[in-house]
């Protein structure tokens, strides 16, 4: 997530959830996965405090997405 103040400077962070925050940060913030063709990926965009937040949904879709493209480039 975007967030945090390094010595008066805004950092950028990356933290793993598990699927139960990810429905509540959802529910919370009343979000619409939106699914990125290009990164095959579930994410969505909101705000905390003055900073945007990104979540990025990995699940089966984008798994087997992943998976396919292993297996297509050996």
Same mark, same amino acid.
Request: hydrophobic content about 40%; proline content about 0%; cysteine-free.
């Given at each position: ?21 990810? !429905? ?7 979000? !619409?996965?939106? +699914? ?13 405090? +003055? ?24």
């Amino acid at each position: 997530y975007t967030g945090g103040s390094l010595k008066g400077r805004i950092g950028v962070r990356s933290v793993d959830i598990g699927y139960s925050e990810v !429905k509540e940060i959802i529910a919370k913030n009343n979000l !619409k996965l939106i +699914w990125d063709e290009a990164d095959q990926v579930y994410y969505a965009m909101y705000r905390r405090a +003055w900073l945007n937040q990104y979540l990025f949904v990995e699940d089966a879709r984008s798994y087997r997405a992943k998976v396919d493209l292993a297996r297509k480039n050996n």
